[in-house]
Antibody, heavy 119, light 112 residues
Framework: EVHLVESGGGLVQPGGSLSLSCAAS????????MHWVRQAPGEGLVLVSRINPDGSYTNNADSVKGRFSISRDNAKNTVSLQMDSLRVDDTALYYC????????????WGQGILVTVSS | DIVMTQTPLSSPVTLGQSASISCRSDQSLLHSDGDTYLSWLQQRPGQPPRLLIY???NRFSGVPDRFSGSGAGTDFTLKISRVEAEDVGIYYC?????????FGQGTKLEIK
């Protein structure tokens, strides 16, 4: 069974940094794209960042370019999101999401981790 | 970015009846590889989203056949037959044809 467990969230001041981590199990992690999707309180879903299976290629949404960085450790089955220069509007529930294997898209979601940016 | 627009934003349905949700993209979702990467997700209250349908009409693992998807190009529909109480939640369409993958604003399904 696919499991994705996020950690590292919390309260941070504007301009601060935070690092999220996602521990994956139940599948061959090194074969899959991984994504971070966020959901602001009461709002919809926004793809933030993605990384290819071997970690050599990443994409970030324009809203986080230059501030967020995604990485992965295939030996430890983890994917991380380093978030710098955080803004109040980065406040959201951050989901770790697996890329689909046989089509372009996403399939399994973690439970999410809350990031609150506030002074 | 591709803009996804869902209608209605709220859909009150009687238990046992059907519900339909529309999703329109502002450009074609037909990929150069010939597939169309339009998915539907369900988010029950307090839960993370769950994949229901991928590539317009393919049900994901474990999804009941009460859920069906259709459409092509820029217009897509999710139909839920024989609505049950557990179907309450917010439904999102999502395109993955072009990065960034983008989502509709969500349709809230509630029981009358």
């Amino acid at each position: 069974e696919v499991h994705l467990v996020e950690s590292g969230g919390g309260l941070v001041q504007p301009g601060g940094s935070l690092s999220l981590s996602c521990a994956a199990s139940g599948f061959t992690f090194r074969n899959y794209w991984m994504h971070w999707v966020r959901q602001a309180p009461g709002e919809g879903l926004v793809l933030v960042s993605r990384i290819n299976p071997d970690g050599s290629y990443t994409n970030n949404a324009d809203s986080v370019k230059g501030r967020f960085s995604i990485s992965r450790d295939n030996a430890k089955n983890t994917v991380s999101l380093q978030m710098d220069s955080l803004r109040v509007d980065d406040t959201a529930l951050y989901y770790c999401v697996r890329g689909a294997s046989d089509w372009i898209g996403i399939d399994y979601w973690g439970q999410g981790i809350l990031v609150t940016v506030s002074s | 970015d591709i803009v996804m627009t869902q209608t209605p934003l709220s859909s009150p349905v009687t238990l046992g009846q059907s519900a339909s949700i529309s999703c329109r993209s502002d450009q074609s979702l037909l990929h150069s590889d010939g597939d169309t990467y339009l998915s539907w997700l369900q988010q029950r209250p307090g839960q993370p989203p769950r994949l229901l349908i991928y590539k317009i009409s393919n049900r994901f693992s474990g999804v009941p056949d009460r859920f069906s998807g259709s459409g092509a190009g820029t217009d897509f529909t999710l139909k839920i037959s024989r609505v049950e109480a557990e179907d309450v939640g917010i439904y999102y369409c999502m395109q993955a044809t072009q990065f960034p993958h983008t989502f509709g604003q969500g349709t809230k399904l509630e029981i009358k």
